[in-house]
Every structure is written in C-alpha cells, then in structure tokens.
C-alpha cells in the first residue's frame, strides 16, 4: 500500500493551495483518509479528516479556511487550503485508515510528506 501525495508549493499569505492524496495497492476497504501536518520545531498535527460515509472532521485551526474531500473512487483524498496564513507552513502527511490485503486488519498508514510555505 502507498499513499502518494503532491500539491505542496510555496504560496503568499491569503492564497490558495490544493494538496491531493491517492492510496494505491490491494486495499479491501478505507474507512477513514486525512490530513496531518508538522511544522517546524513542532509536533504532528491532525487537520482534517473523512471517513467512508463522508463525514468530516477538521482542526479548530483550519475550520472555515480548509475543506477535506474525496472522490468517487474513495481512494484519492483532496485538501482544499485557502486563506493560507504562515501559521500553515508545515509538511502535510496524508494518513489513511485501511485494510489492506494480507494483513490481519485495519490500522494506520502514512505517507510521505509535501511541504506548504507560505510566505508574509
């Protein structure tokens, strides 16, 4: 399983980024995708996330600015970013909730980051 994800860029306060998420591999089911992002000096961070039903869920930090989808497929997962302020500067991870073939059962995975710089 991989979960590829691109979109990063650097970007002037109060623009606009989309980061994308695809999760590839023999995958019997997704329940959840999502976002996290690590800033510098700091800890990771959760974002946003959406399960298989659809239901969302985002940081208090990025409500309002940040909108988490996913497509048909169910194996790609957007972030829509707007609004961006430096606070936002971090490398995102895309996590994912599966199951994947071979494997006992669901848990975690992770890929690797994309850098957002946004610039004052």
């Known amino acids: 399983v991989q979960l590829q994800a691109s979109g990063g860029s650097l970007v002037q306060a109060g623009g606009s980024l989309r980061l994308n998420c695809v999760a590839s591999?023999?995958?019997?089911?997704?329940?959840?995708l999502g976002w996290y992002r690590q800033a510098p000096g700091k800890e990771r961070e959760f974002v946003a996330s959406i399960t298989r039903g659809g239901t969302t869920r985002y940081a208090d930090s990025v409500k309002g600015r940040f909108t988490v989808s996913r497509d048909s497929t169910k194996k790609t997962v957007a972030l829509q970013m707007n609004s961006l302020n430096s606070e936002d500067t971090a490398v995102y991870y895309c996590?994912?909730?599966?199951?994947?073939?071979?494997?006992?059962?669901?848990?975690?995975?992770w890929g690797r980051g994309t850098l957002v710089t946004v610039s004052s």
């Open positions: 996590n994912a909730d599966l199951w994947a073939a071979g494997t006992p059962g669901a848990r975690d995975y």
């Open positions: 591999g023999s995958i019997f089911v997704i329940n959840s």
